[in-house]
């Protein structure tokens, strides 16, 4: 497959109704494979079926924390699409911690939206992956994965627990050929980070950020981190002795 070339591959994109999960659906199907693009906001996933090259998106509403509901899509998708070769979870939210007021419910929500709903789709997606001739999985973690942040109890966790979750998935799956990719971008411009209150460096189009996914897909690396300027520089951070690392990561998602 060249990175311009998904025919033939249905792909499975949650979270497709903003941000980056929107434009990687389009992106996807730009380059010619089938999206099934799931969200909540029915309406936002149709204006995004009008907007793709025609026939190539299909809308199917979902709630990824709902397990049963997961289950009943990917069947969905398995009867009128015949199958799901790649699967891109990428449904999340952020909420961050304010520590003086730390609060159970908060990380619980952040949790099930981005971490629970990685597994209900990745317990739905395996039989169907385990069919296809050329099953890729793909998740979607962060670059605050590599390190603790301020305020990040909540999605830095979830972002971290993904990326092991993958990691060991990965070690699990290689005897039966599924590939496993995981997504960690920078600071990518949507309505998630539009919220933000801090300076974001090095933050990237989400058109430049679904161009990087689908290549990273297409050569099915272990890693899409983007952009370099920003997730290499975070990758050293990490190494760094503790007192540094404290030192410099507790400048980091400050409120200005
Ligand atoms: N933007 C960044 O800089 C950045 C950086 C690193 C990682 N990420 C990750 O990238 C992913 C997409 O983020 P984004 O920036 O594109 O944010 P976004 O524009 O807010 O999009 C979030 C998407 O997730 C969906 N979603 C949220 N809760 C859902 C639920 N319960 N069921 C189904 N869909 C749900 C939303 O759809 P509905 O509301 O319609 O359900 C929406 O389509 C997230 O996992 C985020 O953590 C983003």
Same mark, same amino acid.
């Given at each position: ?34 999206? #099934? ?73 952040? #949790? ?22 050329? !099953?890729?999985?793909?998740?979607? =973690? =962060? ?6 942040? !301020? ?23 290689? !005897?039966?050929?599924? !590939? ?51 997730? #290499? ?24």
């Amino acid at each position: 497959m060249t990175a311009q070339d998904f025919s033939g591959r249905r792909i499975w994109v949650t979270g497709a109704s903003s941000g980056i999960g929107r434009a990687t659906a389009l992106e996807l199907a730009r380059r010619g494979g089938t999206v #099934i693009a799931s969200a909540r906001s029915h309406e936002a996933l149709d204006a995004l079926v009008r907007e793709g090259p025609a026939g190539r998106l299909a809308a199917l509403a979902l709630d990824v924390t709902n397990r049963q509901a997961t289950q009943q899509t990917a069947s969905l998708i398995e009867q009128r699409f015949g199958g799901i070769d790649i699967a891109f979870f990428n449904a999340g939210t952020c909420e961050y911690v304010d520590v003086k007021r730390f609060d159970s419910a908060l990380v619980e929500r952040v #949790i099930r939206t981005n971490l629970l709903s990685l597994i209900y789709g990745i317990e739905a997606v395996l039989p169907l992956l385990r069919r296809s001739a050329h !099953p890729h999985l793909v998740g979607m =973690s =962060s670059t605050v994965a590599y390190g603790g942040l !301020p305020r990040a109890e909540a999605y830095g966790t979830s972002k971290a627990a993904i990326y092991y979750l993958l990691q060991s998935l990965r070690l699990d799956l290689a !005897p039966e050929q599924i !590939p496993v990719s995981i997504v960690c971008p920078g600071f990518v411009r949507t309505p998630l980070t539009d919220a933000n209150d801090f300076p974001m460096p090095f933050r990237i189009e989400v058109e430049d950020a679904a161009r990087r996914i689908a290549d990273g897909i297409a050569a099915q690396k272990q890693e899409i981190h983007f952009p370099k300027r920003f997730s #290499i520089p975070f990758k050293l951070l990490a190494m760094l002795p503790g007192f540094l690392y404290n030192r410099l990561a507790g400048q980091l998602v400050r409120s200005s």
